[in-house]
């Protein structure tokens, strides 16, 4: 597990790289979440493997699993 005071180093450090960017924030998501991240980050592998990028139509698939009681294990 990771020491708490290297966790939050880390996420200090991104948070100053980030605010050379005035449009970016970050949030925390409760757990539930985790289950869709990993959905779209394997969903994008494979559109990456079939050369197809079209990020409106991701955009709206994310926004539509958000929105959605994450999958049961």
């Known amino acids: ?3 708490n005071s ?10 100053h790289s980030f605010s050379n960017f005035p449009d ?4 925390h998501l409760p757990r539930q979440f985790n289950t869709t991240a ?6 994008d592998i494979r559109l990456r493997g079939d050369a197809i990028e ?3 139509s991701k ?3 994310a926004n ?5 009681k994450p999958l049961s294990k």
């Open 1 to 3: 597990m990771d020491d």
């Open 6 to 15: 290297t966790l939050s180093l880390l996420v200090d450090q991104i948070r």
């Open 24 to 27: 970016v924030s970050l949030l």
């Open 38 to 43: 990993h959905f779209l980050a394997r969903g």
């Open 54 to 56: 079209d990020s409106e």
């Open 59 to 61: 955009t709206s698939f």
């Open 64 to 68: 539509e699993r958000l929105h959605k």
